[in-house]
C-alpha cells in the first residue's frame, strides 16, 4: 500500500516511554488512532467519534475520510503520524501487505510513532503468524496488541451489530472494551496472539461453503419457476436459516450486489484459511471449492462485487444471466 508523504506528521522523541497511565480507555483521557475508512471502517471510526473520543485517523486516500474530519476527527499523513497523537491505535485495511506497512514499516508505520504503554489493535482480517510478529515486535516498544478481526459486513459496521474476534492479552483486551463495545455485540476473547485471526479463519471457512447453498438454493427456486420472496419466508426461518441467507438472500434476489464485502477480500481469506489448513495437515475440499467459485467470478470482473455476486457465476454455470433471469 503506497501511503502518502510524511509531511504534517507531529515531531516528537521517538524513545519508548512508560509514562502513559494503563488504564481503561475513556473519551476524557484517551485519544484514538484510525487507519482505514473503508466499506466498514468508516462506520466504525464513526463510531467513536460520536462517543465523544478524540481521532486522529489516515487514510489512503485522503478524501474518501473527508466526512469524518468533518466531523472533528484530525488528519495525520503516515501511520506514524497517526501514533504520535494517539494512545490506542485502530486499524481495518485491505490484505496482509497493507497490514505490515501500516504497523511495521520503519520509517512510516505505526510503532515507528508509538510509545510505551500505547495499544495498537489490528481489526483487519490477515495471517495469524503477522499477527503474532505484530506482538513481538510491539511488546519490544512496551506496547501492547491485539488482533481483532470482525464479521458481520457494511450492515454490521454501520449498526455497531460486529463479532469481534480477539487474539492478544487479555488485560489488553478489558482496557480495550469500551471502543470494542462501541463496535460490536459480540465480543469474545479467543486467546493469546493470533487466535482472533484464526477464529475468524473459522468464521469465513462456513461463510465460503454456506454462500455456495445460498446461491445454489436460489439458482434451484428459480428454475423451479417459484418465488423467490416467498421461498425466503418459508426457508429462512427454519433448520435452513442464516445470517447470509437472512441478509443476502433478498440482495441476491434484487440483483444488489454492492459490496458489504468485496469479493476480492473474501478471496485473500480464503487464502489464508487454505495456507494455514496446509500447515496443519488438513484437508478441507469445501472451502477449495468455494476458493475457485469466487475466483472464477473475480476472473469475471466482480472481484469489487459484494461476496452474494457468487449467484452471477452459478447461473452462468446453468447456462443463465441471473440478472436478467433468462435462459440463454
Not at 490477515?126 to 470482525?150: F, H, K, T
Not at 434484487?254 to 489464508?272: L, Q, R, T, Y
Request: aromatic share 6%; proline share 5%.
Amino acid at each position: 500500500m503506497v501511503e502518502d508523504s510524511s509531511a504534517g506528521d507531529v515531531s516528537q522523541d521517538d524513545v519508548p516511554r512508560d509514562d502513559v497511565p494503563r488504564e481503561v480507555v475513556t473519551p476524557e483521557k484517551t485519544r484514538i488512532g484510525w487507519i482505514g475508512t473503508g466499506v466498514m471502517g468508516a462506520s466504525m471510526c464513526g463510531h467513536l467519534l460520536a462517543a465523544g473520543y478524540r481521532v486522529t485517523l489516515h487514510t489512503r486516500t485522503r478524501e474518501k475520510a473527508q466526512s469524518l474530519i468533518d466531523r472533528g476527527a484530525q488528519w495525520a499523513a503516515t501511520p506514524r503520524g497517526v501514533a504520535q497523537q494517539s494512545d490506542v491505535v485502530f486499524a481495518i485495511v485491505g490484505f496482509p501487505p497493507d497490514v505490515r506497512h501500516v504497523f511495521l514499516d520503519p520509517d512510516q508505520g505505526v510503532l515507528a510513532g508509538a510509545k510505551a504503554g500505547d495499544v495498537i489493535v489490528d481489526m483487519t482480517t490477515s495471517q495469524p503468524s503477522l499477527a503474532e510478529e505484530i506482538y513481538a515486535r510491539a511488546g519490544e516498544r512496551g506496547v501492547a496488541a491485539l488482533d481483532a478481526p470482525v464479521s458481520g459486513g457494511d450492515r454490521g459496521a454501520r449498526e455497531a451489530a460486529l463479532s469481534i474476534m480477539i487474539g492478544g492479552d487479555e488485560a489488553v483486551v478489558g482496557r480495550v472494551r469500551p471502543c470494542f463495545e462501541l463496535l460490536g455485540k459480540t465480543i469474545v476473547h479467543q486467546g493469546p496472539a493470533g487466535a482472533g485471526q484464526h477464529t475468524k479463519m473459522v468464521n469465513q471457512t462456513l461463510i465460503a461453503s454456506g454462500m455456495i447453498g445460498v446461491c445454489e438454493a436460489l439458482v434451484y427456486g428459480h428454475r423451479a419457476g417459484l418465488d423467490l420472496p416467498t421461498v425466503l419466508r418459508s426457508v429462512a426461518s427454519g433448520a435452513a436459516g442464516s445470517w447470509s441467507l437472512s441478509n443476502l438472500g433478498p440482495r441476491i434476489i434484487d440483483n444488489d450486489f454492492d459490496p458489504g464485502f468485496f469479493v476480492e477480500h473474501f478471496i485473500k481469506d480464503m487464502g489464508i484459511a487454505l495456507a494455514e489448513s496446509r500447515r496443519m495437515g488438513l484437508c478441507m475440499p469445501g472451502l477449495a471449492l468455494a476458493e475457485q467459485l469466487y475466483q472464477s467470478l473475480q476472473a469475471n470482473g466482480h472481484g469489487r462485487d459484494g461476496t452474494q455476486a457468487l449467484a452471477v457465476t452459478l447461473a452462468q454455470l446453468s447456462g443463465f444471466d441471473w440478472r436478467g433471469r433468462r435462459s440463454d
